[in-house]
């Protein structure tokens, strides 16, 4: 049955492309990939970045991986199986956004290099991903913990829990690694520069 439906569905080409939008936008899109551990500071640096290029008039959006999961991907669990279909879910909501001229930022954990790189490939590679490795010791991680995961994830808890009962795979080749314990200002100058030097946006940050 699935594949006779796929047999009917056709691509549909729009009349506004993505280079017009990117034009009309005077930036080019592009798909920006936290990853980490949990309370690596990922979202916190997202943020912070996100707000800086939208004062500079960029047009963004930051897709959180808690709220992905509160609404698109509320029906999985965090087995291996339905952590990556919450990876690919992700991934094709951010291949729309980067279709639609748009600077996306990801915030999700994403533990797996395999998960990453059909990412990377679902995006088209180099042109229209960057990859942001979060650094932060897992010590650090624990004691910041706002939501107590890790307490609960070591006291048995909650299971599957990445960096205590499973594992996170450090990326092999990251376009940027970020200290998680520099300052917010520090890291999102870091970002903002690698998008100017790529040509994405026209400023850039001393």
Not at 99 to 124: E, F
Not at 160 to 183: K, V
Request: proline share 2%; aromatic share 8%.
């Amino acid at each position: 049955m699935k594949n006779n439906m796929q047999k009917n569905i056709f691509w549909h080409e729009h009349l506004i492309s993505r280079e017009k939008r990117e034009k009309y936008n005077k930036h080019r899109s592009i798909v920006i990939w936290f990853t980490g551990l949990s309370g690596a500071g990922k979202s916190s640096i997202a943020n912070h970045l996100e707000k800086k290029l939208f004062i500079h008039g960029m047009h963004t959006y930051l897709l959180d991986g808690d709220n992905i999961r509160s609404g698109l991907c509320s029906d999985l669990s965090f087995s291996k199986t339905d952590r990556k279909e919450n990876i690919r879910r992700i991934g094709e909501v951010a291949k729309i956004m980067l279709d639609a001229g748009i600077i996306t930022l990801v915030s999700v954990i994403s533990p797996y290099q395999n998960q990453r790189k059909m990412i990377y490939n679902m995006l088209g590679g180099v042109k229209n991903v960057l990859e942001v490795f979060v650094d932060t010791p897992i010590s650090v991680c624990e004691k910041r913990d706002p939501k107590k995961l890790y307490q609960q994830a070591r006291s048995g808890n909650i299971y599957d829990f990445t960096g205590i009962q499973e594992e996170y795979e450090i990326p092999s080749n990251p376009d940027i690694i970020l200290n998680g314990t520099d300052a917010l200002e520090i890291n999102s100058k870091k970002i903002i520069n690698i998008l100017y030097k790529n040509h994405i946006i026209s400023f850039c940050e001393n």
